[in-house]
């Protein structure tokens, strides 16, 4: 079986509902951890300092970059995102499987660097649902939105780069979360992530054939 936990990317175009299908995975018992990342960007109703983001000023974050704090970070729309390096390696050493919902700059940077996780691209049924959903949601002044669907087109040329793409129907994020939850099981059983076994039977079968030369003779 596997040997560390599963890095997993959740990506998707801003309002994909990728927030919430991360909230039902969670509940669906598994093994998650699910990374806090730091931000630039100004908290929105009702989201919370630790919980939702680390809410951080410019100089702060870039002082982090510094420090190659950051597994990955990118800038999105105007702030700066980054997940932060510790608690990310921490989990996984200790088994857990570690979801980061972060944009796709950032997905190709854990990518590159850790070509084991599991990339997984969410998206709306189509471009006028995503419009909608984003418009609906109130919080964001209209140029912001519009900055939002130029940021989804721009995303929707690196869809190709990710493992798996998956549709979250409206009202349906319980179903898109098993569909994770189902490849993230099914990963275990891949070779790459169960490197220290092949390793072992590579071994076993060189000192069995060294015995029974021993044994036999040429
Ligand atoms: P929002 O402002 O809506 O919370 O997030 C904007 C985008 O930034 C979303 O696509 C979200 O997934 C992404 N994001 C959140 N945290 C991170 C991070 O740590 N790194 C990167 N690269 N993107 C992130």
């Not at 490197?195 to 036999?216: P, W």
Request: with cysteine.
């Amino acid at each position: 079986m596997a040997e560390k936990g599963s890095l997993v990317v959740i990506s998707g175009f801003s309002g994909a509902g990728k927030g919430t299908v991360v909230k039902e995975l969670e509940k669906l018992g598994g093994n998650y951890w699910t990374s806090v990342s730091m931000t630039t960007r100004r908290p929105r109703p009702g989201e919370e300092e630790g919980l939702s983001y680390y809410f951080v000023t410019r100089e702060e974050f870039e002082k982090t970059i510094e420090e190659n704090g950051f597994l990955e970070y990118a800038a999105f729309v105007d702030n700066y995102y980054g997940t932060p390096r510790k608690y990310v390696e921490e989990k996984l050493a200790e088994g857990r499987d570690v979801i980061l919902e972060i944009e796709s700059n950032g997905g190709s940077q854990v990518k590159t660097f850790f070509p084991e996780a599991i990339l997984i691209f969410i998206t709306a049924p189509s471009a006028g649902e995503l419009a909608q959903r984003l418009r609906g949601r109130g919080t964001e002044a209209a140029s912001v939105v519009e900055g939002r669907l130029r940021k989804a087109r721009e995303e929707s040329f690196i869809i190709d780069q990710y493992d798996y793409l998956l549709v979250n129907e409206n009202g349906k994020a319980r179903e898109c979360a098993e569909q994770i939850h189902e490849i993230i099981r099914k990963d275990r059983y891949a070779p790459r992530r169960q490197q220290a076994f092949i390793r072992k039977l590579q071994d076993g079968f060189a000192e069995l054939i060294e015995r029974h030369l021993q044994e036999n003779g040429p």
